[in-house]
């Protein structure tokens, strides 16, 4: 099993940027594909960004393409997703997720393992 907490989440001003973190505890978290998604309230979760256990294959929804950069330190166990550019419609709660998979996935019921969330918010 492993567990996850994403931090780094805020209030920022449209164009803005900020940087949430997915620490994971277990040995094993070279192994997991890795994704971040979002969900606002009343709406399905949604997929922003996944990354391979290796970092060698990343998607991005288009809504974030060129924004949005996801990255993963096996050796700390942790994953990043940088976000730039920031608009109001990025205003979301972010998921962090670990997929057992042997390829990165976009389906979320394709992941094993969530955290908690973390609030992000765009003001304009």
């Known amino acids: 099993q492993v567990q996850l907490v994403e931090s780094g989440g805020g209030l920022v001003q449209a164009g803005g940027s900020l940087k949430l973190s997915c620490a994971a505890s277990?040995?094993?978290?070279?192994?997991?594909?890795m994704g971040w998604f979002r969900q606002v309230p009343g709406k399905e979760r949604e997929f922003v960004a996944a990354?391979?256990?290796?970092?060698?294959?990343?998607y991005y929804a288009d809504s974030v393409k060129g924004r949005f950069t996801i990255s993963r330190d096996n050796a700390k166990n942790t994953v990043y997703l940088q976000m730039n550019s920031l608009k109001p419609e990025d205003t979301a709660v972010y998921y962090c997720?670990?997929?057992?998979?042997?390829?990165?996935?976009?389906?979320?019921?394709?992941?094993?393992?969530w955290g908690q969330g973390t609030q992000v918010t765009v003001s304009s």
């Open positions: 997720a670990a997929s057992t998979l042997a390829v990165a996935t976009i389906r979320p019921y394709e992941y094993h393992y």
């Open positions: 277990g040995r094993t978290f070279s192994s997991y594909v």
């Open positions: 990354i391979s256990w290796s970092g060698g294959r990343i």
